[in-house]
């Protein structure tokens, strides 16, 4: 059972498929052209050595030979170097087809030593003169090199509103010994198929696969609460076999990995593993505790004292002040606000007193803690050479 | 040669034997029949069987060899039998791997060679070809596998069938009047269905086949 996520990708990929079906856009309509049925004629096709199949629409036939074969060398005679096969196909022509495209193919077999030399020859007519087309289709294979290999001959034909093709297939060995050629089968296609086959050729291209983080990722590459991670793959030719694959989305809690794996149905594999870090804090500020009550000189040069800190993924901007504001007297407020890597931000605010000489009587010059005083002189002291300095 | 194993008929006459037996799936791409020919298959030298569900296939061949020797004409070195494989493809959009086991054996002196090769294609499209190749000296039994990824489109609403060819040949070269051989001695055939997507529902009744 596919789950909805592999159905979805089944169905994507389906849906490709079936829009880049070569030529297939629509329902063919009435077959313009069909074969009824085949005959057979010649030393090359005797009774029994040939089978005709038909496809269900009738417009793609394969003619099997047994012994559509010449051969020179031990055992064979002179006229074993050729063979020859009338093929008739029978046509059923859909009243005012005029013209009709058709592919005659010719496999075979061609086993031909250095010096030997064989033609095949292929010809058809058709057509109410029945005449033989004049554009007879001859090709030679010459075996100068030696060879041992398999051949395919195609020819495009045009087939008119004549209710029968007549093809003739000559084999003949011209020169040499010890040579065999065949003709293992004739296919004959007429128009286009009112449906689509094709063998997929060697894939030896992975899929691509990818990974699709949910959430708001900061620009230094933090999540600050759980990331749903998406898979997709897409492989261009072959498509991918969801049970083998593992596209499920996954869900990340935690700072950690997420991995997804692609599996193509030739076998080619890729797998994607994507980091997460995740920061569910805020960051913190620091500091701000002044000694004592908070008292400060009036005119002292101290440090905030604040920082900014978070232990995940760290501070990405902290706004504090570097020193107190100690210029005038009274009550002062000192702000900070910190933003970590995650995004996320936080702010703090501290206050202290500032004072002067007026806070130094009786036991006021206690409250100082920055500068911290021995006695009430030596507070009052302070003021004044801040005020001569001044 | 046809073999012809009608589906509806097969269905009924192992009905008796298992109640269970799977019948084709005519959601899913099958083997509905096979013709057969060529050299080293001709006519009543080839046994055939098919899976209940008509997703695999054995051919038992007893004569596909190919063989040279001092008095061995040449015709003999190289033995090919072409498959016409007839598949029920159902309507719509599938994907299913084909799947072919060749074995046999091979016999071959030093500096003789060997080839199991196997051309596939439907009438009208580009073939693929599939081989392997043995070196002398050399005498066992052999297994070869093909794998074809295969894609379909049909749009009739009960599918169709369509034939796929399959050329499976044995040669020996090199081995001049020395004794070689090689053989095919079966071919397992299967199709396994990968993904597919149907729109159509098929509502014409079963109609057996001739």
């Known amino acids: 059972m596919l789950r909805p996520q592999m159905k979805s990708r089944a169905l994507s990929i389906a849906l490709c498929a079936v829009m880049s079906a070569a030529g297939l856009r629509a329902e063919p309509e009435t077959l313009p052209v069909t074969v009824r049925g085949v005959t057979f004629q010649g030393n090359g096709?005797?009774?029994g050595s040939a089978v005709d199949s038909f496809d269900e629409s009738r417009t793609r036939v394969t003619l099997i030979f047994s012994a559509n074969l010449v051969a020179a060398g031990q055992g064979m005679s002179a006229g074993d170097t050729r063979r020859r096969c009338e093929i008739g196909f029978a046509l059923t022509v859909k009243p005012g087809q005029n013209e009709q495209k058709a592919l005659l193919v010719v496999r075979g077999h061609a086993t031909l030593p250095a010096g030997a030399a064989a033609e095949v020859l292929t010809d058809w007519s058709g057509g109410s003169s029945s005449a033989r087309n004049e554009e007879r289709a001859t090709l030679v294979s010459k075996g100068d090199e030696g060879g041992d290999d398999g051949f395919v001959i195609t020819r495009e034909i045009v087939l008119d509103a004549s209710p029968s093709l007549t093809v003739q297939t000559s084999l003949v060995l011209t020169r040499g010994t010890d040579a065999l050629m065949t003709i293992?089968?004739?296919?004959?296609?007429?128009?286009?198929a009112p449906y689509s086959a094709t063998f997929e050729g060697p894939d030896t291209t992975p899929p691509i696969?990818?990974?699709d983080p949910s959430g708001d990722r900061s620009a230094s590459g933090w999540y600050s609460?759980?990331?749903?991670?998406?898979?997709?793959?897409?492989?261009?030719?072959?498509?991918?076999?969801?049970?083998?694959?593992?596209?499920e989305p996954k869900l990340v809690t935690d700072t950690g990995s997420a991995k997804g794996e692609c599996v193509n149905v030739t076998g080619n594999s890729s797998a994607v593993t994507l980091g997460v870090r995740i920061d569910r804090a805020r960051p913190r500020i620091v500091g701000g505790h002044y000694p004592g009550a908070g008292w400060i000189a009036l005119g002292a040069h101290v440090p905030s004292g604040l920082a900014c800190v978070d232990e995940d993924s760290g501070i990405e901007s902290c706004l504090i002040p570097g020193w107190l504001d100690t210029s005038k007297t009274g009550l002062h407020t000192i702000s900070a606000v910190a933003w970590d890597r995650a995004g996320h931000d936080a702010s703090a605010t501290s206050w202290y007193y500032v004072g002067d000489a007026g806070n130094c009587s009786e036991d006021g010059w206690r409250q100082f803690a920055e500068p911290m005083f021995r006695d009430e002189y030596d507070c009052v002291s302070r003021f004044q050479s801040v005020l001569k300095g001044q | 040669m046809r073999v012809m194993l009608p589906v509806v008929a097969a269905a009924m006459l192992m009905a008796p034997m298992s109640a269970y037996a799977q019948a084709p799936d005519p959601s899913q791409v099958y083997?509905?029949?096979i013709t057969y020919g060529g050299t080293g298959c001709p006519n009543g030298s080839m046994a055939h069987s098919f899976a209940n569900d008509r997703k695999s296939f054995t051919l038992i061949f007893d004569s596909f060899v190919a063989s040279t020797g001092s008095g061995v004409p040449i015709t003999e070195s190289r033995k090919n039998c072409q498959l016409n494989v007839n598949l029920h493809l159902p309507q719509g959009w599938q994907f299913s791997i084909g799947t072919a086991d060749y074995r046999g054996y091979v016999n071959l002196p030093a500096g003789a060679r060997a080839e199991q090769k196997s051309v596939y294609y439907f009438a009208g499209e580009s073939q693929v070809t599939r081989k392997g190749s043995f070196v002398g000296p050399v005498a066992k039994d052999y297994l070869r596998r093909d794998e074809l990824?295969?894609?379909t489109v049909v749009w009739s609403e009960c599918g169709m069938v369509v034939p796929v060819n399959i050329n499976a040949q044995v040669s020996i070269t090199?081995?001049?009047s020395n004794s070689a051989q090689?053989?095919?001695d079966s071919i397992d055939g299967k199709v396994r269905h990968i993904l597919g997507l149907q729109w159509r529902t098929c509502t014409a009744e079963p109609e057996p086949e001739e």
């Open chain 2, 182 to 184: 090689i053989t095919t």
């Open chain 1, 184 to 192: 293992d089968s004739v296919d004959l296609a007429i128009g286009k």
């Open chain 2, 174 to 176: 090199g081995a001049g």
């Open chain 2, 149 to 151: 990824p295969l894609s």
């Open chain 2, 31 to 33: 083997v509905q029949s």
């Open chain 1, 45 to 47: 096709c005797g009774p």
């Open chain 1, 209 to 211: 696969i990818t990974a």
């Open chain 1, 225 to 247: 609460g759980d990331v749903l991670v998406s898979f997709r793959c897409e492989d261009p030719e072959s498509p991918i076999v969801p049970e083998l694959s593992d596209l």
